[in-house]
């Protein structure tokens, strides 16, 4: 199993990112795929999940409205749209998915 995140940087307050998670080595549409995030001095937290099956998606209160999750069984992708980005969205983000991590990705939100 191999997750990789790519799509992280730096912006400012209310710009936009999209963060991809690249996944093999699994059956990628039979698994619920998640992403964290883990800011410095903080525990892991979800921010978003989307189910296998109908595309079904939570989130976290704080990103509802502005973080979409989206997957592409064909290509084993899923992505998370960031909108109107906050110093508080900075943090590390991971793709998680079949029990596995991926290396994770900086998002860092500052003026």
């Known amino acids: 199993v191999q997750l990789v995140e790519s799509g992280g940087g730096l912006v400012q307050p209310g710009e936009s990112l999209t963060l991809s998670c690249a996944a093999s080595?699994?059956?990628?549409?039979?698994?619920?795929m998640t992403w964290y995030r883990q800011a410095p001095g903080k525990e892991r937290e979800i921010v978003a999940t989307?189910?296998?099956?109908?595309?079904?998606?939570e989130y976290l209160d704080s990103v509802k409205g502005r973080f979409t999750i989206s997957r592409d069984n064909a290509k084993n992708m899923v992505y998370l749209q960031m909108n109107n980005l906050k110093p508080e969205d900075t943090a590390v983000y991971y793709c998680?998915?079949?029990?596995?991590w991926g290396q994770g990705t900086q998002v860092t939100v500052s003026s």
């Open positions: 989307i189910a296998w099956s109908d595309s079904t998606a």
């Open positions: 080595g699994f059956t990628f549409s039979s698994y619920v």
């Open positions: 998680h998915g079949r029990g596995s």
